[in-house]
């Protein structure tokens, strides 16, 4: 009986001890990094877009158009780090966002392109598959009514997207009609 009880326990202890040497070396094994600018898929027109573009977006924890901005490029498929900071003004300073091209957040991208405010995704998009020559970002000043992340109901305010130039200057980038538009 005893000899029975001691096999018993001697098979319980290597069967542990197995399960044990798989769960840490399953756990140990190196994890891949996702490379988010390598993973390509097929746009509706043939041309090849990121599934995943990072982003990070500096904003106020308290500001939901914000939140609902990141949201917007969340589901267009950016990868956005929403960073919360105290000083907004110091960021946009930072990146060299004059007062006159300032929204609520700003939005930077892995090569320095700056997105001030509520630009569509879609031209954030467009803008980093094509930087135009001596470009800094995009901006939307303000807060237009119907922009991403600043939907009230069926209401909308044309607006403009500018393209920011290095030399500080603008351009309109695009006109904005409808929100149709934006998508």
């Not at 094994?29 to 573009?53: D, M, N, R």
């Not at 006159?100 to 930077?108: A, I, K």
């Not at 001030?116 to 000043?141: D, I, M, S, T, Y």
Request: hydrophobic fraction near 40%.
């Amino acid at each position: 009986m005893r000899l029975l009880r001691n096999s018993k326990l001697s098979t319980l202890t290597l069967l542990l001890g197995a399960f044990t040497l798989l769960a840490v070396s399953a756990c140990s094994k190196p994890v891949e990094k996702e490379s988010h600018s390598s993973e390509k898929a097929a746009a509706p027109q043939g041309e090849t877009i990121a599934l995943s573009t990072p982003l990070t977006t500096y904003k106020s924890a308290t500001c939901g158009c914000c939140q609902l901005w990141v949201d917007h490029a969340n589901q267009q498929g950016f990868a956005v780090d929403a960073q919360n900071v105290d000083d907004l003004n110091g960021v946009k300073e930072r990146f060299g966002i004059a007062p006159q091209f300032q929204s609520c957040h700003t939005s930077v991208s892995d090569s320095n392109f700056v997105f001030e405010g509520h630009v569509p995704a879609k031209f954030v998009r467009q803008f980093l598959q094509n930087p135009p020559a001596n470009a800094r970002g995009l901006a939307v000043p303000a807060m237009p009514l119907g922009s991403p992340g600043m939907e009230v109901g069926d209401r909308f305010t044309p607006y403009e997207i500018l393209l920011l130039h290095k030399d500080g200057g603008h351009s309109v980038y695009a006109r904005i009609d409808n929100a149709q538009q934006q998508f």
